[in-house]
């Protein structure tokens, strides 16, 4: 097979990424039907999937807590290597979302030998390993199957102490609202399949997917709530971290970090919104504020590999922005944690 017959990467699924995600509403209805137990209770089991965790939790017992994830997508780039790249990135993600470190990652690989040859599936291992590697965790094995469509991620396990674990509740009134990595990952790597991204795009979209949130293990006190923003975009995200919370927020849509606004509306207008979009926005309209055409594509735009959303206590501002800025990212507050109010989102 060569490489001008074969099919492109992202040509097996309209959904790629973390837009290819479940919606929200439907999840739900599997998790229903899943036959869980919710008076049930496991001793050591500190956070399962009850309130949205990007990662389970275990009581080790020792003063630490074991954090374990599975993620794992359709391709987001045609680039074998740096859909590996971005999906390793992804997963890892969960768990320096819960304040912690990755200790190891296995891999979870779907191929279809039959359309794609099984170098390139090595390829896609190789940048997974090259991300793993950066995050200074082995990938330590995995598994994978011969299948119709191409699938990957990882498992991955890490560590923390109990008194350092970070959660999407327990954010505050007062508490100001920062965002790690810019929006618009969702449009951007739609048109980079649909052939419309520049170089430039789709330089920032790579740069910005491969981009480890290393900063979460080592966030300070003061972050009452921590998550990462993926597929169902800041406000579904935002929604998750307010509903754990019990809070409204108030969000600066002119503070929220974004690759530039304006190629962004052209995207939009050539076609390049995500099917996640939609189904985001379905889900969560009822609960914010009402939203330009501008505000509806970014805030509900679902971002692969996004960026850090923290609830941070004023008192820790400083400590947290000096962390944020040695780190090269977006240091500025998007807005603050409110008390309950008629909608949990109000849009600025």
């Known amino acids: 097979m060569d490489s001008a017959t074969r099919p492109a990467l992202t040509s097996f699924n ?44 275990m009581d080790l017992g020792d003063g630490y807590v074991s954090v374990h994830t599975t993620d794992f997508f359709t391709p987001i780039v045609d680039d074998p290597f740096e859909f590996g790249q971005i999906a390793a990135a992804n997963a890892i993600s969960d768990v320096y979302a819960m304040g912690a470190r990755p200790d190891l990652a296995l891999a ?26 950066k995050a200074g965790i082995p990938l330590a094995g995995g598994h994978s199957i011969d299948v119709p469509q191409p699938i990957f991620g990882l498992s991955v396990a890490g560590r923390c102490k109990r008194e350092a674990l970070k959660t999407n509740g327990g ?7 920062y965002l790690t990595k810019p929006l618009g990952i969702g449009i951007v790597a739609t048109a980079m399949k649909k052939g419309l991204a520049t ?16 900063v979460g293990a080592e966030l300070p006190d003061g972050v009452h709530a921590l998550t990462d923003v993926t597929g169902f975009g800041l406000a579904g995200h935002l929604h998750e971290m307010l509903s754990a919370s019990g809070a409204s927020a108030e969000l600066e849509y002119a503070s929220i970090p974004s690759y530039d606004k304006v190629r962004l509306a052209e995207l939009y207008a050539a076609g390049s919104m995500p099917q996640g979009t939609t189904k985001n926005y379905v889900t969560y309209y009822a609960d914010i504020t009402p939203v330009s055409g501008e505000q509806l594509f970014l805030l509900f735009d679902p971002q692969t590999s996004g960026g850090l959303l923290l609830a941070v206590a004023p008192e820790a501002q ?20 409110t008390a309950p109010q008629e909608k949990k989102i109000i849009v600025q």
């Not at 099984?118 to 793993?132: E, F, H, S």
């Not at 954010?171 to 609202?177: F, N």
């Not at 922005?321 to 944690?337: C, K, Q, Y």
């Open 318 to 337: 400083s400590a947290v922005e000096s962390l944020l800025n040695s780190h090269g990212l977006h240091a500025s507050p998007i807005g603050r944690i």
């Open 199 to 214: 170089k430039a795009d789709h330089a920032w979209g790579l740069k910005t997917m491969s981009t480890l949130n290393t």
């Open 14 to 57: 309209p959904g790629s990424g973390c837009g290819c995600k479940i919606a929200p509403n439907a999840l739900r209805e599997v998790i229903a039907a899943s036959g869980h137990d919710p008076e049930q209770t496991w001793p050591n089991l500190l956070m399962g999937h009850e309130s949205n965790e990007d990662a389970a939790v």
């Open 171 to 177: 954010a505050q009134p007062g508490d100001l609202l």
């Open 108 to 133: 979870i690989l779907c191929w279809p030998l039959d359309k794609l040859p099984a170098a390139m599936a090595g390829q896609v291992l190789a940048g997974a390993r090259a991300t793993c590697a």
